[in-house]
C-alpha cells in the first residue's frame, strides 16, 4: 500500500519533486502520471489531477525532501515579481482580427441535417 505524498500544480512542479526524490533514493510513484497530462482544463482527482505516492517506509524521508522543497519554493515566492506588461493596442487589434477573420477555425456543426450522397448511391438509383 502507498501512502499519498503530494499533489503537485503543475507540470514543472511535479518533474522537480520527482527529481528529489530520485535522488534521494526513495521509490515513488505518480497516481494519473501520463494519463492526466491528456486532459488539460480543471484537475478533477482520480480523473486527471496527479498525486505523488510513497512506500510506508520511506514516508519519513520523503516528508522531509517534500517540505524542504516547499520552504524553498515559497522562499522563492517572496521575490518582488516583474511588473505585469499590459497589452498593447496594436496585440488588442491582431487578436480581434484573428478572432473575425478565423472564427471558422472553431469546430461545430457544419451540416443542417441533411445526409449527402455518395457517389456510389446516385449511380445505383439512375
Do not use: C
Not at 24 to 29: G, N, Q
Not at 30 to 38: L, R
Amino acid at each position: 500500500m502507498l501512502i499519498k505524498l503530494y499533489s503537485p500544480d503543475n507540470e514543472i512542479e511535479l518533474a522537480l519533486i520527482k527529481s528529489l526524490l530520485e535522488g534521494s533514493d526513495i521509490p515513488y510513484y505518480v497516481q494519473n502520471d501520463h494519463f492526466g497530462s491528456m486532459y488539460i482544463g480543471p484537475q478533477i482527482r482520480l480523473f486527471n489531477r496527479k498525486m505523488v505516492m510513497v512506500p510506508p517506509a520511506y514516508e519519513e524521508g520523503a516528508k522531509e525532501v517534500l517540505a524542504d522543497f516547499l520552504r524553498n519554493q515559497e522562499a522563492g515566492a517572496e521575490t518582488p515579481a516583474e511588473p505585469e506588461q499590459k497589452t498593447s493596442i496594436r496585440d488588442k487589434f491582431r487578436m480581434f482580427m484573428e478572432v473575425l477573420l478565423f472564427f471558422w477555425v472553431v469546430p461545430g456543426k457544419r451540416w443542417t441535417g441533411k445526409k449527402k450522397r455518395s457517389d456510389s448511391e446516385s449511380v445505383g438509383d439512375e
